[in-house]
C-alpha cells in the first residue's frame, strides 16, 4: 500500500489559496491581523514532527495529562444563543452543526475510548470566552477542542480547517493533539492534507491550556453546507474528530 499522507504536506495550489485569506472574527477565532497587533503573534505552519520536537526542546513544554495522570479533553460548541453564528442559505446554524458533532465526540471519547471528556455546553445557551474556559477548568481539562464551522468566501471555498493554540511565549503546545485530529480529518474525509495554523484563541487567552480549534467545513459553500446538515457527515465528523484526539493521547491513558 502506498504511504499515508502526512497531514503537514503541502496543501494543493486551491487549499493554499483559501488558507490565504484571513479568518473571520466568530465565536473565538479573531482575525489574523486583529490578534497580531494585540499579542504579536502570527499564523505559522507547524513544521513536520521532528522539528516541531526539535525547536521546543529549550521551552517547558504543557503537560497534557493532568493531577493523577488523567486527561481530559474540553470540547466547546462554538456559539450558541443569541449567537447563531454563520447560517447557511439552506438555514444551517452553525451553533446547531457545533452542538451536534460535539456531543457526539464527548460520547464517543467517553464509550469508545475510554476519555474522560466534558463539554462548555450542552444546550443552545449563550456563553462568554471567560464562561467557556470556567467551565472547562472546572471539568478539569487539560486540552480544549473548540468546534466551529467556516464562512471563507473564496471560490470553492471547502473542507475542513485546524489550527492549534499556544497559550505563553514560555509554554511549547504538544503538536501531537493537533496533527492526530488533521490526520484523521483528512483520512477520514478523503480531502487533501492541510496546514495546521497556530493562533491565539479568544477562548483560550486568560488561561496557560493548549487548545485545538477545528472548522468542520464552509457553511458559505450551498454544497458543502448540504452535506454538513446531514446526521451522516456529522457523525464521521465527530468519529474523526474522536479517533485524532485518542490517536494523539490515547497511550498516556
Do not use: W
Amino acid at each position: 500500500a502506498p504511504p499515508q499522507k502526512s497531514a503537514l504536506a503541502e496543501p494543493a495550489p486551491e487549499m493554499e489559496a483559501m488558507e490565504s485569506e484571513s479568518l473571520e472574527s466568530i465565536g473565538g477565532v479573531p482575525s489574523l491581523e486583529e490578534e497580531s497587533d494585540v499579542l504579536g503573534l502570527e499564523s505559522i505552519e507547524l513544521k513536520p514532527k521532528d522539528a516541531v520536537e526539535e525547536a521546543s526542546k529549550p521551552v517547558e513544554r504543557i503537560p497534557l495529562l493532568g493531577a493523577g495522570g488523567a486527561f481530559t479533553l474540553a470540547i466547546d460548541p462554538g456559539h450558541g444563543g443569541d449567537d447563531n453564528g454563520v447560517v447557511g442559505s439552506g438555514g444551517l446554524m452553525e451553533k446547531e452543526l457545533c452542538l451536534a458533532v460535539a456531543t457526539e465526540v464527548q460520547r464517543l471519547l467517553k464509550e469508545e475510548y475510554n476519555i474522560n471528556a466534558v463539554l462548555t455546553r450542552d444546550t443552545d445557551e449563550s456563553l462568554s470566552p471567560d464562561d467557556r474556559l470556567q467551565r472547562a477548568t472546572a471539568g478539569s481539562a487539560t486540552l480544549v477542542l473548540s468546534i466551529h464551522g467556516g464562512a471563507s468566501t473564496g471560490t470553492g471555498a471547502q473542507g475542513y480547517r485546524v489550527f492549534a493554540h499556544q497559550p505563553l511565549e514560555s509554554l511549547s503546545i504538544d503538536p501531537k493533539p493537533a496533527l492526530g485530529v488533521a490526520e484523521t480529518l483528512a483520512s477520514t474525509l478523503d480531502q487533501p492534507p492541510r496546514p495546521i495554523r497556530e493562533i491565539p484563541m479568544r477562548l483560550m487567552r486568560q488561561g496557560a491550556m493548549p487548545g485545538i480549534l477545528v472548522e468542520l467545513g464552509n457553511l458559505v459553500n450551498p454544497d458543502e453546507e448540504a452535506q454538513l446538515a446531514t446526521s451522516a457527515q456529522q457523525e464521521l465528523l465527530a468519529s474523526a474528530l474522536a479517533q485524532g484526539i485518542k490517536n494523539a493521547v490515547g497511550s498516556s491513558q
